[in-house]
Every structure is written in C-alpha cells, then in structure tokens.
C-alpha cells in the first residue's frame, strides 16, 4: 500500500522569497515520486519527478525537490517565487511492485504568491 | 490543439440523467485515465485501460463506466447522475513505451455539476 500526505494545503509567500512544500509518503516498495502543478482552469503539468536516479531533482521553472528516504519526504522548493507559480501542487507517489503502475495523489498545496 | 482534449468543458445536468464525457489524444499514448478531483481530495482514479481490449476499475469505479472505442479514445458515462458525482473530471495519458516512468499528460478537466 502506498500514501502521500501534503502536510500544508494552504501555502503563501511574498514574491522574491522562497518557497518550501511538503510531502511525506509511505510506500512498501521503492517508490517513484512526483510533483504536478495545475494552474487555474487548467489540467495538471508535471513539474519534476524521481526515479531512484539522483536525489535532487531538477525541474522546469527553477523548482527542485530532494527525496530523503530516511525522512520518507521529497519536499518541493524554489529559491525565489514568481507571481505566476500561484497555482496548486500536488505530490504524486507510483508504487513500483511490478504490478500495473499506480499513482496515488496527494491532496494538494495551494500557492499563494503576494506581490 | 491540445494533445489532450475533452468535451464537454463543462455540463450542468440533473438527477438520473445520463451524462458521457468524452477525451480524445494526439499523442499516440496506449494508456489513458479517468481521474475525478475534488477540492482537498486531490485526484482520484476511476478507471483506466492499457489498451483498446484492456479496461481496469479504479480505486472509485462504482456509479461510472467506460468505453475505450480506439487507441485514442476514452469515454467516460454517468449511467444515472447523482448529486456528489459534481466534480472536475481529468482524462490523462500516459506512454508505456517510454519506460513507463509515470508520467501523466492532462487535459484540461470537464467540469459536471449534478442538480
């Protein structure tokens, strides 16, 4: 079984500063890990994800994320936030068992940017 | 055009009409979803097929049904609409002959309101 908790559904920040979202997950195998964003009236983007490649990962828009398996987190940031990531980000957890690919979501972050 | 489309946009209807949503892709993905989103759920997963002859239920399936008519079409219907089935409902993509690293392309969400 797998899960993904968005410890934060409500994030806001003053443009220029950073930004930190968290997601913890549990997961019985080794897992692969995503974050997606979804802009107004739009569907979801993917932003970065990790697949068991390097621990830092890179993605579009200057954001990044780390997975720590000891913490079982892999917490989105970005050094200084512009007023158009104001959006919802969601931590998206697969379960790599073999089985039929699974993502579990989860609730969402929403990102406040003031000016 | 989007690589992702669904029609409608958005529908209002009422209790126990029958309701399809339709999604239709571009990009030449074998695997398509049907996700519904509700606010501080995130997204959940009603169905799913891996090919023209695959069809798999979700985690909620029950109240839904689908229909896979080609490669690049997925219907998603409401036999008889009810009241908490009102949500934004998401078709999504995925590419198995990529490694199937997970990662999901979107439309841009049909929004069903059952009165």
């Known amino acids: 079984a797998q899960s993904v908790t968005q410890l934060d559904s409500h994030v806001s920040v003053s443009e220029g500063t950073p930004v930190l979202l968290r997601c913890n997950y549990s997961s019985s195998y080794s897992p692969s890990l995503f974050w997606y964003v979804q802009h107004p009236n739009k569907g979801l983007q993917l932003l970065l994800k990790y697949t068991s490649a390097a621990t830092l990962v890179k993605g579009i828009n200057g954001f990044e994320a780390e997975f720590k398996k000891s913490e079982t987190s892999f917490h989105l940031t970005k050094p200084s936030a512009h007023m158009s990531d104001a959006a919802e980000y969601f931590c998206?957890?697969?379960?790599?068992?073999?089985?039929?690919?699974?993502?579990?979501f989860g609730s969402g972050t929403q990102l406040t940017v003031l000016p | 055009d989007a690589d992702v489309t669904q029609t409608p946009r958005n529908r209002i209807t009422k209790t126990g009409k029958r309701i399809m949503l339709e999604c239709s892709q571009t990009k030449g993905h074998d695997r398509m979803y049907w996700y519904r989103q509700d606010p501080g759920l995130g997204l959940r997963l009603i169905y799913y097929?891996?090919?023209?002859?695959?069809?798999n239920k979700g985690e909620i399936s029950d109240g839904y049904s689908v229909s896979r008519q080609a490669q690049a079409k997925f219907s998603l219907s409401l036999e008889s609409a009810i009241p908490n089935q009102t949500a934004l409902y998401f078709c999504?993509?995925?590419?198995f002959g990529r490694g199937d690293t997970g990662e999901l392309f979107f439309g841009e969400g049909s929004r069903l309101t059952v009165l």
């Open positions: 999504a993509t995925s590419d």
């Open positions: 097929s891996f090919d023209v002859k695959d069809i």
């Open positions: 998206v957890v697969s379960d790599d068992s073999g089985s039929a690919r699974q993502l579990t």
